[in-house]
């Protein structure tokens, strides 16, 4: 796979041109959901290459990132003009980047594409790393290629805008990248001040949370091995938004990773050892900030179905990976079905749900 080129934007105009003009191309496609086509496509006016280009709009949040909004995208590129030398760029959160990358990547068999993320989940995870797709049938991003943008340019200035809820969504991956990382990212993320935003404190965890989540996919593009370090808190998490999904009770993508990220740390307390001081600050700080997800006994099964739909399993198996310390990562540990139950009840009781 080749290597994006990730920037942190000092001045986006200018980057995107740049960027633009470095990709050969005969049109220009920007796709935006109903909310960054009012709040951040006015930021891109004037820019050089930009002039001709043609919208696409879709609907906003994970709901539409289905077969349906494909189409449509699929649809438009078609009506429009689109060749296999055009260009998108896809300007928004992750479900944004994610199926705009999936549209790109396969219509006529693939057109180059630019992501520009303006949520902090898109900034630090989704736009990051080549991973495109859409959920289906029920489960998240079953459908899906890899296939990296051109260029990936991140400009923290969509951030002041963001609600605190999106903020907090983001912010459990860079929590993620400080558990896979170092004691020192990890305790600087613990102690940061999610009440009162220092932006520009902000902007340096996120450059450095980007750096760490780069340097996997660089050694791992196609999650073969040490890749599945970024999967720290997503079986239990996606189990838990795909159960919210189906009851109607939709919970944004960070919230499901921060509780997973409980789960899986009790996980890698007692089975590689993980120190209990780390596991009680951690949890300490996701019930603080994130809440709790409420769900009784009777749904344990279908939590565990759920979990047997995870890509990383093999041969039944449902694989986790786990963490002997900050910094030490264990990937494929398996875990049997009364283990599951045990970690749920875990869950439940440190949650108080
Ligand atoms: N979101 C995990 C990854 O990109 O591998």
Redo the contacts with the bound molecule.
Sequence with gaps: MSKQKVIICQNLNENLSEAIHSCPHDKVFILVDIHTQELCLPLLEGIKGLEESHIITIGAEDIHKNIETLAHVWKELGEHGATRHSLMINLGGGMVTDLGGFAASTFKRGIKYINIPTTLLAMV??S????TGINFNGLKNEIGVFSPAEYVLIDTQFLKSLDSRNLLSGYA?MLKHGIISTTEHWAELLNFDMNHIDYKALQALVAQSVQI?EN??EEDPF?KGI??A??VG?TAGHAFESLAMETGHHVLHGYAVAWGIVCELYFSHQKVGFPTDKLRQTIQFIKEHYGVLTFDCKQYDRLYEFMTHDKKNSAGIINFTLMGEIGDIRINQSATKEEIMEMLDFYRETMGC
Aim: hydrophobic share 30%; aromatic share 0%.
């Design positions: 995870d989704a990051v790393g080549g991973k991956e989540k996997i996919v999650e890749r599945k970024l999967n997503h």
